[in-house]
């Protein structure tokens, strides 16, 4: 059943990275376009495409959200209750 189904939300973690990244973004207007991003990753983890790549470890999803030009790649652990970003594009 997906995560939206259920009504629970799935748990952002961020990577070293991405944390620098959040850290470096200054403008309001950027922080809330990554905050609708993010919104929607904890509710449907799926919603991004599959990057092509090994099939070992997670796999790494890309979500862009053309509206508001905020890029995200990112992981989604096995029980898919955590979306850990990896890298933040806004």
Not at 11 to 28: G, P, W
Not at 46 to 54: A, K, R, T, V
Request: aromatic fraction near 6%.
């Amino acid at each position: 059943m997906p995560p939206h189904s259920r009504g629970r939300r799935a748990r952002i973690a961020f990577s070293d990275a991405a944390v620098k990244q959040l850290e470096a973004i200054t403008s309001e207007a950027e922080l809330h376009a990554l905050d609708r991003v993010l919104v929607v990753l904890s509710v449907d983890p799926e919603i991004g495409e599959p990057l092509s790549g090994s099939s070992a470890g997670p796999r790494l999803r890309e979500y862009t959200d053309d509206v508001d030009q905020v890029r995200v790649l990112y992981f989604v652990t096995t029980l898919r209750t955590v979306v850990v970003v990896a890298y933040i594009e806004v």
